[in-house]
């Protein structure tokens, strides 16, 4: 049962354009989520988060929104950048529980120049 | 950077035999955890632990043991390895109540590979 889910397992865009990556979790009890960026080879890199008690968290090109009813929430990186080719991770925790963080499977992101 | 040692970096091994990996932190984080790595299913939780010798299984903990007798070191064992755990392996150490927040940081990863 996969509780937090990226369903686009890619993603193409031009430099300069922006980058939506999206993902959806399933368990209500998450009021923690937090986007991670991975090159090959290395640890992935924390990039924002947000609380549930926001809807958006903006953090210079970066911004994520969240939408609790829908249990969505997204990554926007503008303008696009071909540095930010990578696979970006959404990660969901429960911070009046147990403290784990379950991510999704990951969008490869590929900006091109 | 989070002070987060793996080691070993790589290693082969064959099948049935024993593997521990290491996990070390200089920052005095309460809260460690293993992920695996796998095309299509991205990260996976094998083990976490919320304090020393307090442990807890993950979503993918079959095959897998963990210890954790300080608060730096938190060590995953393969107790037979075996061919499907060819993967690669991240800790990551976390805190709460800091002004960092709720945020997880890894590690470099360890690849294992079994034969």
């Known amino acids: 049962d996969q509780q937090v889910k990226q369903n686009s397992p890619s993603l193409s865009v031009q430099e300069g354009r922006i980058s939506i990556l999206n993902c959806d979790y399933t368990n209500s009890m998450f009021d923690y989520f937090l986007w991670y960026k991975k090159y090959p080879a290395e640890g992935p890199t924390f990039l924002i988060s947000?609380?549930?008690?926001?809807d958006k968290n903006e953090d210079g090109r970066f911004t994520v929104f969240l939408n609790k009813s829908a249990k969505h929430l997204s990554l926007h990186i503008v303008p696009s950048q071909p540095g930010d080719s990578a696979v970006y991770f959404c990660a969901a925790s429960a911070t009046s529980g147990t403290y784990k963080y379950i991510f999704g499977t990951g969008t490869r992101l590929k900006v091109l120049a | 950077d989070a002070g987060i040692t793996q080691s070993p970096r790589h290693k082969v091994t064959e099948t049935g035999t024993p593997v521990t990996l290491r996990c070390h932190q200089t920052e005095n984080h309460r809260y460690m955890y293993w992920y695996r790595q796998d095309p299509g299913h991205g990260l996976r939780l094998i083990h976490y632990?919320?304090?020393?010798?307090?442990?807890d299984k993950g979503e993918v903990s079959d095959g897998y043991s963990v210890s954790r007798s300080k608060t730096e070191d938190f060590l995953l064992t393969l107790e037979s390895a075996t061919s499907s755990q060819t993967s690669v392996y991240f800790c990551a150490i976390s805190e709460l109540g800091r002004d960092s927040g709720n945020t997880i940081y890894f590690g470099e990863g360890s690849w294992l590979t079994v034969v």
């Open positions: 947000i609380s549930s008690i926001k």
């Open positions: 632990s919320y304090g020393v010798k307090d442990t």
